[in-house]
């Protein structure tokens, strides 16, 4: 069964930093961009970053552009994103998942609905 896997969340205060990862079982991640996006209670899930499959290029929301970093290793099978100078607005479920429209593409994509195999999330809660 293929399966993401979100780990690293918790409770932290503003400014502080933390790092998910993003790993996968029954599937290799290795050929597929990958993507964050977050959830907060009320909110629609939104578009976070995204990272391309070799890891040459990411794309971020205006929102955490600057303070998060995407990135990959192909070979731990695993996405990561670090997140730094945390605002409580971050707060939010963070999911990660796979662009569905299929391996190595060259485009990124912000929209929910072209990724696939989603995770069960992890919560990130930031004080203020």
């Known amino acids: 069964q293929r399966q993401l896997v979100e780990s690293g969340g918790g409770l932290v205060k503003a400014g502080d930093s933390l790092r998910l990862s993003c790993s996968a079982s029954?599937?290799?991640?290795?050929?597929?961009?990958v993507g964050w996006f977050r959830q907060a209670p009320g909110n629609e899930r939104e578009f976070v970053a995204a990272i391309k499959w070799n890891g040459i290029s990411a794309h971020y929301a205006d929102s955490v552009s600057g303070r998060f970093t995407i990135s990959r290793d192909n070979a731990k099978n695993t996405v990561y994103l670090q997140m730094n100078s945390l605002k409580p607005e971050d707060t939010a479920v963070y999911y990660c998942?796979?662009?569905?429209?299929?391996?190595?593409?060259?485009?990124?994509?912000?929209?929910?609905?072209?990724?696939?195999?989603w995770g069960q999330g992890t919560q990130v809660t930031v004080s203020s």
């Open positions: 998942a796979t662009d569905g429209r299929g391996p190595r593409r060259t485009i990124l994509s912000e929209s929910k609905s072209e990724y696939d195999d």
């Open positions: 029954g599937r290799t991640l290795g050929s597929y961009a």
